[in-house]
């Protein structure tokens, strides 16, 4: 069959997937063999591919393709999360566009809406994800919403709140008044920003004297109920008991005195908002203040703000400074640098809100998350994170759990009239435990909110086996613990560490031995890509245009574990380009002529490949085992396009019109099968199509089914000589090239040296360099340009006319150079301090520069002696 000049990988790519699918090579069900399994970090059943996904699961698909051919049993796991704040969001806007408002429908009309726009929307980003050829088992894919997995979540409510981890409180929370609902601490995204500190006067009562304090949010001086000063500033002893006004509004209010007062901030004074500050709200308990909320769930402000009612808050904050100057107020405004919290999921500036909400008690559950993170049962790559993964174990704050949302679980609690409560799953075993308990179930009602999207997520490795209903089911013996978890860290805590939590709370077991945290894909100008700032290409034209395999290799080439991305164009060009070398080998390889025989001349090049091989497949398992995939990748790149393509295929293709020996076509096809077996994981669609096209296979004999080589023992004779005839031919080249000699033009070389060291590379060399002569000599070669390999003097003799002051200057250049290096390594081995003070192999290190320096200045006196 006749090869096409170029690669097609859209054509490729379809077929090939089409394939692996309908022999369900992805497919996993529990048999003998070693299990390694993945669990996809369900993206947001609103998103679409974007570059970070296509970092995240090719990295994901890399290890499982690489387990597969390690013959163990590969299950990926796939799914979407419901996201709650941002479906709810989508299907809002929707709604709005159809001129629907969804105050105007009930919870079931509007969950009828939502399921609607799932099942419409909500499986794109996965079909996206076979694009870019990611073999997850699709059979299993799994929803966060799914029957099973909602009743999972239910159920580990009651049973926490049982055990006495869950609680309902009013507390001071983080409230998103655009999305409407409480966040937790983790979803608030702190940004540096300049505020500006106003600095308004409060009149005593009675009196004609004032009280100033700066504040950054003028309009929730409406919500004052105190000003506090420190009891040991002096400024201030005599207003201490005292009331005074919120201006404007002329609300009496005391003045208090707490040592939590930074005397040395704005005034020195601070007004006291309990509703709307959560140390203010502190505060006002150990004051038995009251607490006025001025505010409405979406940030506007109410009735209790007595004016500016229905306002939005920035536009009454504006507002109220305008009125405060024109009052007479405000004192003076100055700008501030302080740190703002906004919602990680629609940006809003986050309004601290006092609420009655669901929390979950995290101090007791997540001890044995950080036990097993310290003690390295769970490893995180890089390590680097596991400081800050300790810091915040060390400090975990209440998980609020509680959303105010409808689209997500329901929280299984029931009230009735008198607003008592019990928690159960069904309105059949509420009231059963209202009676249990002796109490009315009259007027019972569920409560409206929904439980935070990551209470239901954390579930994931333990749910998708439904290991929760069935916590002794084949699916989650045999699957569980998972091994490798990829995912970004800023979702360390988010959902990493809740996970570990119920992995041990339900299993008591870990829910992955290793987390590998990728790094966060920017631009050049090291911005975050994002579709606001319009820097984020869209993978799929990407894919169009360069192929799946070249979107993969461009994204792994520089993505070390835990280091962003610096994203460039150039590196999906550099990927399509190494899909453009393969196929150019293919095709030279499939285009030669052979003649049967073995052509021992060749033989040193088949072994010193050989020899390559077996070191590449140690180095790039040495990788793997370190979580060092890009490394791995760059290894493998270097060593096919270096070793294999400039070198071993140089070594061995025949002439032109010739035609090469059996045995070392053979052997170069088996050579170029190992290298595609080793980049399979990595570009899976060139790999299976150049394996089909290299020989005749039996059917089902698919290099994604393939096994791995395992390393022999690599001959570091051949290895070492071949690699020094490498640097021979270099260096050979490097004087043609400095000298304009032409490669045809034959050059003579000579060494001080043994040339049977070469050995069975002899030939290659004098083929390689273009040599006439190759030989030993003991006695002065004139006019030559010399080199050094190893120890070894080596004199290129050109049949041109040299310019013998150019290359004297040249010469005597380069010993000034050398001997201006041996004095400074000299002088530091001269320092008794450093040698007696430096490691063992450092000072080593440096005696080692001195003798190469000396041996360098000795070659290059000699050559100069030598021009005539």
Known sequence: MEISKTYNPAEIEKKWYAHWLDKRYFHSTPDEREPFTIVIP??????????????????QDVLIRRARMQGKNACWVPGTDHASIATEAKVVKMLREQGIKKSSLSREDFLKHAWEWKEKYGGIILQQLKELGCSCDWDRTRFTMDDLYYDDVIDTFIDLYNKGYIYRGLRMVNW??????????????????????HYVKYQVKGDNVYLTVATTRPETILGDTAICVHPDDERYKDFIGKTVLVPLIKREIPVIADTYVDMTFGTGALKITPAHDPNDYEIGLRYNLPVIDIMNDDGTLNEKAEIL??????????KMVAMLEEEGYLVKIEDLKNSVGFSERTNAMIEPRLSMQWFIAMKEISKPALEHVLNGDIQLHPDKFINTYRHWMENVKDWCISRQLWWGQRIPAWYNAQ??????????????????????????????????????????????????????????SYYYPTQVLVTAPEILFFWVARMIIAGYAYRNEKPFSDVYLTGIVRDKQRRKMSKSLGNSPDPLDLIAQYGADAIRMGILLCSPAGNDIIYDDKLIEQGRNFNNKLWNVLRLIKGWQIEEGH????????????????????????????????????HLYNFIWDDFCSWYLEFIKPEFGKAIDRNTYERTITFFEQCLILLHPYMPFITEEIWHQLRDRQAGADIIITQIPTPKQANTEILQIGETAKELITKVRDVRAKNNVSPKISVDVFTDGSVEAFGVFTSI???????????????????????????????AKMHIDIDVDAERKKLQEQIDYQKGFLLSVEKKLSNEKFVSGAPAQVVDVERKKKADAEDKIRMLEQSLANLR
Do not use: C
Request: proline share 3%.
């Open 765 to 795: 060399v004098i083929k390689m360099a273009n040599l006439g002569t190759f030989a030993h000599t003991d006695s002065e070669v004139t006019n030559t340009s010399a080199f050094l390999i190893g120890k070894q003097q080596f004199f």
């Open 599 to 634: 052509d021992t001349e060749r033989a040193a090049a088949i072994d010193w490949f050989d020899a390559k091989l077996q070191n590449t497949i140690v180095t790039i398992n040495q990788h793997f085992d370190s979580f060092r995939i890009s490394d791995a990748l760059m």
């Open 176 to 197: 998103d008044p655009e999305a409407r609902t409480a966040l937790s601490n983790e979803e608030v995204i702190y940004q540096d920003v300049t505020s500006r500190l």
């Open 419 to 476: 607003g008592e409560f019990v928690v159960a799953k069904t309105e059949a075993d509420a009231i059963a435990a209202f009676a249990a308990k002796g109490i009315s179930a009259e007027g019972l009602y569920q409560d409206e909110d929904v439980l935070d999207t990551w209470a239901s997520s954390w579930l994931w490795p333990i749910s998708v086996f439904n290991g929760m209903e069935n916590p002794k089911n084949a699916d989650i």
């Open 42 to 59: 369900p993206p947001n059943v609103t998103g679409v591919l974007h570059m970070g996904h296509v970092l995240n699961n090719t990295i």
């Open 309 to 318: 009612i229905g306002e939005d808050r920035m536009a009454a904050r504006k």
